[in-house]
């Protein structure tokens, strides 16, 4: 059974604005995040946030991405206003992690991911 259930990919020019949901369907998670993998490459830690609210960036997104809760803590989002081609990736939501956020496998529960793609 998915638990959970990414939205919101699809164009952008760049500069412009992304705003990805990800909803968990069956229970709520401490810890939710958002990967994302381009072609070719592994998977790229984005964002995470806490039950508490605390949030950590990857270095290439940070300044750049907002990652969000909705007050039932079962919806996480992330947000740009300044996307660029780079981040053309296929984003994936996480949740469940067991240790170092940076690292994929540490994350126990995945969606099935959201193409954004970013044209110059």
């Known amino acids: 059974q998915v638990q959970l259930v990414e939205s919101g990919g699809g164009l952008v020019q760049a500069g412009g604005s992304l705003r990805l949901s990800c909803i968990a369907s069956?229970?709520?998670?401490?810890?939710m995040g958002w990967f994302r993998q381009a072609p070719g490459e592994g998977r790229e830690f984005v964002a995470a946030?806490?039950?508490?609210?605390?949030?950590t960036y990857g270095d290439s997104v940070k300044d750049r991405f907002t990652i969000s809760r909705d007050s039932g803590k079962d919806t996480v989002y992330l947000e740009s206003n300044s996307v660029k081609p780079e981040d053309t990736a296929v984003y994936y939501c996480?949740?469940?992690?067991?240790?170092?956020?940076?690292?994929?496998?540490?994350?126990?529960?995945w969606g099935r991911g959201t193409q954004v793609t970013v044209s110059a």
């Open positions: 996480a949740a469940d992690p067991s240790g170092s956020y940076y690292q994929a496998s540490c994350w126990h529960t």
């Open positions: 069956v229970r709520t998670f401490n810890t």
């Open positions: 946030i806490s039950w508490g609210g605390s949030r």
